[in-house]
């Protein structure tokens, strides 16, 4: 990994990531289970307890949590649909764009595979990981790969972010000064940055190169 990858990695660690999950059942009951989603440098699952890790990758991970935020498995019937849907925080700009254009899944629990320690249901870029007894899946946690080869065949939209030039000048004393003496250019460019994102948004032009080069 390059210094470039591991600044870019380091950027999606802060992100407030969220990934909200729903069970639809077949009686029509729909079940909102909350989660705790985090960027995983290198996630990893065991097929047996006898074998070595196999590697998922860079991606975000969602555990399983009760109504008192502790992590619990989730019993599964084989009835049921899970409906999966990323962003990068409530009430962020991303999450008003994903309202059009949602990273989202749908998922069935006649794709499970069984292995000796879990069971799994892979439809890419996700990855349903349970654990319980044979015949009773227990989804634990929920992995949505964030590699390069994945966000490029998925057409996954994130960007990576170039160093911004005032979070730049505002690392140093000389720097914080000049910001406070030129405020009229610093607002300026505000305003600029935000009628971009705005006539991007409106437009539906946000997933063009030239509006992400105009982002960065």
């Given at each position: ?49 006898d ?7 860079p991606?975000i ?20 649909k ?7 925080g ?26 000796g ?15 319980g007894?044979?015949?009773k ?80």
């Amino acid at each position: 990994r390059n210094d470039e990858d591991q600044l870019y990695a380091e950027y999606l660690t802060q992100f407030p990531w969220a990934l909200t999950v729903s069970i639809k059942k077949a009686s029509g009951v729909q079940e909102n289970v909350d989660t705790d989603a985090f960027y995983d440098f290198n996630a990893f699952y065991y097929k047996s307890r006898d074998e070595y890790p196999l590697s998922l990758g860079p991606g975000i991970q969602a555990i399983l949590l009760d109504k008192l935020g502790r992590s619990k498995p989730l019993l599964i019937t084989k009835d049921s649909k899970i409906e999966i849907r990323l962003n990068i925080g409530h009430e962020t700009l991303d999450d008003l764009y994903s309202a059009k254009h949602s990273l989202s899944k749908t998922v069935t629990m006649r794709n499970v595979q069984t292995f000796g320690a879990c069971s799994i249901i892979r439809d890419d870029p996700c990855v349903f990981i349970f654990g319980g007894e044979k015949n009773k899946h227990c989804l634990t946690r929920i992995f949505w790969s964030m590699s390069e080869k994945t966000a490029k065949s998925s057409q996954l939209s994130l960007v990576r972010p170039l160093p911004h030039f005032y979070g730049e000048l505002c690392k140093t004393v000389f720097g914080c000064n000049f910001v406070q003496d030129n405020q009229d250019t610093f607002l300026r460019d505000v305003q600029h940055f935000i009628e971009t994102v705005r006539l991007a948004l409106n437009n539906g032009q946000i997933n063009s190169t030239s509006n992400h080069l105009e982002l960065r």
